[in-house]
């Protein structure tokens, strides 16, 4: 587990590497990777951290509107989804948004757009969560099952939406199904 040496020798190679925007990548890179472990692992307060520490050292190194700041604050709003902390996600994804329509890449807009409906869905809003969805409809849209293997960015027309509440949208009914077991939920007739 992610014990407190460990944490002190992470953050001890982040300040070494001074403030070079290179080197702040290619740490950030591998310090990405660790909170992506940390979450699979389901020590979200680990990942946080992780997260947190990149944002700093981003932050501080790279221009505002990097796209590698926008995985972060994806990242970090994605763990507190899972953590249930909303505000706290709708606090990073936000901003992630609002980077990506910038700098893009597009589809990583999609995916924080998603995640960002995923939190309304979770507050009850489901009109909310199919606005922000469709938001930059038709052509940028994902498939709303976060384990989808197909195509990340792709159009409405190739998407099917839950008959139900109509707010969420997916490649194929094997997506929805796997999906369902968040979404029943909050699922409910619109
Ligand atoms: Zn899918
Ligand atoms: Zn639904």
Redesign the pocket.
Known sequence: MFDALSDLNVFTSITAVGSGGADALSEGLSCNQEALRLTDLGDYIGAERQHKRVIQVKESSLPKYHTSIGISYNGLGEVYILMNRLDNAEHYLLPAIELRKTNGPIMDLAISRDNLGKVYEMRGDLAKAREIRLQDAPNNMCCSNYTCTGIMQVPLSRLSR?G??K??FYCSQKCQSVDWKR?KKY?RQQ
């Open positions: 839950c139900k509440c707010s969420i979404h699922c």
